[in-house]
């Protein structure tokens, strides 16, 4: 009789963790515009395949969402007029269809959140009859147009849940999202190697950022990389490293830091990025 009551007991508390991070934004007041919160993302959203020189995430972006991450890095390569999800040249066994399928459905179940999306193109695009901007388009088309942020500016709270921002990295026109060139961004990623010196160099360019992003004024959107590369120092060496400096400075302060966008974050990290909300 214990063991079922212990039993029930946990259940109950998973329940109560997972609800937390799938449904936080509904804390943050309506008035609030989503430029002035914090905001967990992943970088290179979709790259788990390719072994250690080229992943960056070990979950899905269905997971990402479910655990709180609210902005994602999506890479597409424009291929026989089709958007395929690679990073650099490894295939990442995903399209654009995938991603826009699972943000929307997570939207729909979570009504109250909203999901900020860079859109960029990645490698060689090949035997294609559109532009890049033509096929963000006819993808984002199919799903449902209540679903996509058609604003100016930043929207505040109140006008962003429910809703995909496309944070547009390309060139041409869209009738949806915002350009991802308007926002103050630190993504300083190349990394020489796991040295001291170097995982300093890129941690001073994080922790110089988001204090930046702490002072900064309400109208700008601050995004910073927590992520770094190169051929001696693999994303999840890299990451290891950044994520817990990241964890020692961010503590449990309260602040606006912006969208911190990070590769393999723990759930205790990003929980911490929530919770520095007010
Ligand atoms: C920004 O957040 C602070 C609390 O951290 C709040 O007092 C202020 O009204 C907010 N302003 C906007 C424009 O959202
Ligand atoms: C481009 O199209 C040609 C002709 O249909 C095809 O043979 C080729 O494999 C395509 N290239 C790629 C990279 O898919
Ligand atoms: C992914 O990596 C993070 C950071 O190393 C770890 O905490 C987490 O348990 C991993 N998740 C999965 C599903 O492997």
């Not at 424009?78 to 943000?103: C, M, S, W, Y």
């Not at 209540?146 to 026109?173: H, I, N």
Request: net charge negative; charged share 25%.
């Amino acid at each position: 009789m214990q063991k079922m009551f212990l039993f029930i007991w946990l259940a109950m508390i998973n329940v109560a963790t997972a609800l937390n991070t799938k449904d936080w934004m509904f804390r943050i007041p309506d008035k609030y515009s989503t430029t002035n919160i914090s905001m967990p993302g992943t970088h290179e959203s979709m790259s788990r395949y390719g072994g250690e020189t080229t992943q960056c995430q070990n979950t899905s972006l269905t997971q990402q969402f479910d655990n709180g991450i609210r902005f994602v890095d999506i890479r597409c390569r424009h291929l026989n007029d089709e958007l395929l999800i690679f990073h650099g040249p490894v295939p990442q066994r995903a399209t654009f269809d995938d991603v826009l399928k699972a943000t929307t459905e997570f939207l729909a179940a979570h009504p109250k959140e909203a999901v900020f999306m860079r859109v960029s193109e990645e490698y060689t695009p090949e035997n294609n009859t559109k532009t890049f901007a033509q096929a963000v388009q006819i993808y984002v088309d199919r799903y449902p147009i209540g679903a996509l942020y058609k604003g100016k500016g930043y929207p505040p709270m109140s006008e962003a849940r429910g809703k995909l921002v496309v944070l547009r990295d390309y060139g041409g026109p869209a009738t949806f999202g915002l350009p991802y060139g308007d926002m103050d961004i630190e993504d300083q990623w190349q990394i020489e190697d796991l040295s001291k010196e170097e995982i300093q160099k890129k941690w001073n360019a994080v922790r110089g950022h988001l204090e930046k992003a702490q002072l900064g004024p309400t109208g700008t959107m601050y995004l910073t990389y927590s992520s770094g590369a190169g051929v001696f120092a693999w994303p999840d060496d890299v990451s290891e490293r950044l994520n817990k400096m990241l964890a020692g400075y961010l503590g449990d302060s309260k602040a606006k830091w912006g969208m911190i966008a990070m590769d393999f974050p723990n759930a205790k990290l990003i929980d911490m990025i929530i919770d520095s909300n007010v």
